[in-house]
């Protein structure tokens, strides 16, 4: 990244931004300097920036009125009106637009309320037998949930009005009956206090409906029900003809609009005079081929200086991360911060390796992984063709880019699930043990593992004919005897990555000469040393003393380890690193999650599996039916219950336990944006 600095005369500073525009590599930082403007425009300026905003307003809402989308009509480009035509050629489309949509507006009202009350409407007129038209009479109209109801509005009305009314009642649907009530007009008032009474109220039709009687509401709404949606069609056909015939050119008047918008906020965050102007902002380094070009155009208008960034003084430098295709899908798991500030380590690379690596772990289903194969592929499909995807239990909308990078992430997920699901040989549980696809062979875990099956185990397995097969299962998780094994590579995991992230931190510290988190990485990775060795000689606190026997060379670097922390805790000053290093501990053992979460997820996939089975071989004919309907049912809901762990836990693996000691939430930077043209 290269810091540049732009200057040239105030008269030509809106050439000289459209010319930076046109480039679109530079990221513009507000510049302060002493004795010069900063912040919003003034004057003529400004002014002319609030009738430019409001230009882009109405061309934008007129567009969204006609919902015109690029693409369509007589091209996807249109050649950009002279300029003093923009305002003209707005106006021809947005007030027509406008009072199209107003009528559209209007019309789908009035069919949305006769969608809505028009069985009620229907039911109330045939009761109403014309009272509504009365001059002595009123008439009122409710609505109960049940003909029960009707009781107590009788006798509530009884209690005020003696026989003074008539009441008369049908039922709209199964969950609504409608009620007409006729009643002289000078009891009115006391006929909706006794409704009240009884805890009903009165039905009001929205609008214009609530002034006209039942009846004229019924025959108003009989002629909305088979003229409205005739009008309707008419009316979008007219608002598709003036989008196709208008759209592309109101599209290259809003780019246009949106960039004079963006050129103003650029001079806005440059310092000014009264004649002259200064710029501030960084370029990339494969960017500066095209921002030489764009300035050379500009030669005798503004001047130009590009200087390397210092990445010891990066706090202000904007971020690009540069990864290959296959990392940049993973980027959006990180975009929880902001980025890693310039000069320092992007963690991308290590979430896109280990978290669908340690998601397939965890999973280690063939079955399972194939339904989130499937779920990937149509995600996939959806996003080419161009469609988003609506998540209502989030409350939000994947636009096609996100759900691309979602369904690529998964893929590499499900991938992982069914390689891991090979090594353990489970499908859907144990299915394809039961089908002798898979089966244990002892003497191979014996040999590869060095864990010998015991002997009511193997007595279990010969009794299930789970020793004889096609593929042995090398990585047999759910076995007891195995679980030591897999608890051992899981604490491995964590010390590697504990032991990575403040290795990082210790470098990253040391490169830009900051001590004080150096010492404080130097010692809590000299603590995790005496920890760890602790643990080994000690044999995880069984035998506390092996610990004094200094001609063991794991009790010698279990002392320099605990000597180094002490010494990062005096050189670094910060003694809470004596509560610190036991954090780190524990981040340790947090990485025992992969274990637990996978291998109780797969004991309860065995479970299932195991009570369909069962099921099926119960009766001849409809034993099995019922053993895979049964078995499908608790997987799903057994699958529902866990994948949010099985999701979650290696995730925070990455982002706690990992990126945590890296320093990756405290050292961020902002983002690189860059000055570019606007294209929707």
């Known amino acids: 990244m290269h810091q540049v600095i732009v ?30 403007e900063t912040g919003p425009l003034g004057g003529a300026a400004a002014d002319e920036r609030r009738n430019t905003e409001r230009l882009l307003a109405r061309t934008e809402s007129t567009l969204g009125e006609l919902g015109a989308v690029r693409g369509t009509g007589r091209g996807a480009v249109a050649p950009l009106p002279p300029e003093g035509e923009w305002a003209a050629r707005v106006e021809e489309v947005a007030q027509p637009a406008s009072a199209l949509g107003a009528r559209e507006g209007e019309l789908q009202a009035d069919l949305d309320t006769q969608g809505a009350y028009g069985e009620v409407v229907r039911v109330l007129a045939r009761l109403a037998g014309g009272v509504d038209q009365s001059r002595r009479l009123a008439l009122l109209t409710f609505t109960v949930g049940a003909p029960e109801e009707l009781r107590g509005v009788e006798d509530a009305l009884r209690a005020d009005l003696g026989d003074r009314f008539a009441l008369a009642s049908d039922r709209v649907n199964e969950r609504v009956v409608a009620g007409a009530l006729a009643v002289p007009r000078a009891d009115r008032e006391k006929a909706r206090a006794a409704l009240s009474r009884a805890r009903v109220g009165e039905l009001r039709l929205p609008g214009r409906f609530d002034a006209m009687p039942v009846g004229a509401v019924q025959a108003e709404f009989e002629r909305i029900a088979r003229e409205n949606p005739g009008a309707l069609d008419q009316i979008r056909a007219e608002k598709r003809r003036l989008a ?8 290259a008047i809003r780019d246009a609009l949106a960039d ?37 155009a500009m030669k005798g208008r503004a001047l130009y200086e590009v200087q390397p ?4 003084h990066a706090e202000a430098v904007p971020v690009k991360l540069r990864n290959n295709s296959y990392v940049r899908n993973f980027e959006f798991l990180l975009n929880i911060s902001d980025p890693p500030r310039y000069g320092t380590f992007d963690p991308s690379w290590v979430v896109a390796v280990f978290f669908p690596l340690f998601f397939g772990f965890v999973v280690a289903d063939i079955g399972f992984g194939l339904l989130f194969l499937i779920a990937s592929l149509w995600m996939l499909a959806r996003s080419r063709r161009g469609e988003s995807l609506p998540v ?16 690529y992430v998964l893929r590499t997920m499900s991938l992982w699930s069914i390689l891991w699901g090979v090594l353990t040989g489970e499908f859907f549980g144990n299915v394809l043990e039961k089908l002798h696809v898979f089966y244990y062979n002892p003497d191979l875990i014996r040999n590869l593992w060095g864990v010998p099956f015991s002997p009511a185990t193997l007595e279990r397995l010969t009794e299930e004919k789970h ?31 504990l032991f990575w992230a403040w290795g990082l931190r210790a ?17 809590i990775l000299g603590g995790m040393v005496g920890l760890v060795s602790l643990a080994f000689v000690s044999q995880a606190g069984r035998d506390f003393g092996a610990l004094g026997n200094l001609g063991d060379w794991r009790v010698l670097l279990m002392i320099a380890g605990f000597v180094v922390f002490l010494l990062g805790v005096v050189l670094a000053r910060a003694p809470l690193m004596l509560i610190e290093i036991l954090s780190q501990g524990g981040f340790i053992i947090s990485f025992t999650r992969l274990f637990a979460v996978g291998v ?44 949010l762990g099985h999701i979650m836990q290696p995730l925070r693996l990455m982002w706690v336990e990992y990126l945590n000691p890296t320093g990756y939430f405290q050292e961020s930077g902002p983002r690189y944006q860059p000055f570019a043209r606007h294209l929707k």
């Open 7 to 36: 200057a040239g005369r105030q008269r030509d500073s809106r050439e000289v931004m459209a010319a930076l525009q046109g480039a679109g590599v530079l990221h513009i930082v507000p510049l302060d300097a002493e004795g010069f």
């Open 244 to 251: 196709d015939a208008h759209g592309p050119a109101l599209f």
């Open 260 to 296: 004079r918008v963006a050129i103003d906020e650029a001079r806005s965050q440059s310092a000014r005079g009264k004649y002259g102007f200064v710029l501030q902002g960084y370029v990339p380094d494969e960017g500066l081929g095209a921002f030489r070009a764009a300035m050379d």
């Open 309 to 312: 960034v210092d990445e010891h």
């Open 392 to 407: 209502g239990l989030l409350g939000t909308t994947l636009d096609p880019g996100t759900l691309y990078q979602v369904g």
């Open 467 to 497: 020793l004889s097969g096609l593929i042995p299962i090398l990585f047999p998780r759910t076995l007891p005897e195995f679980s030591i094994t897999v608890l051992l590579i899981c604490l491995g995991l964590g010390i590697v990555f």
């Open 507 to 523: 470098q990253l510290s040391l490169k830009h000469r900051h001590m004080h988190h150096f010492w404080e990485a130097a010692g």
């Open 600 to 643: 109780a997820a797969a004991i309860l996939a065995n479970l299932a599996t195991d009570v369909g089975w069962g099921l099926g071989g119960t009766l001849p004919v409809i034993g099995p039916i019922l053993g895979v309907l049964v078995g499908f049912v608790v997987h799903a809901f057994l699958f529902a219950l866990t994948i």
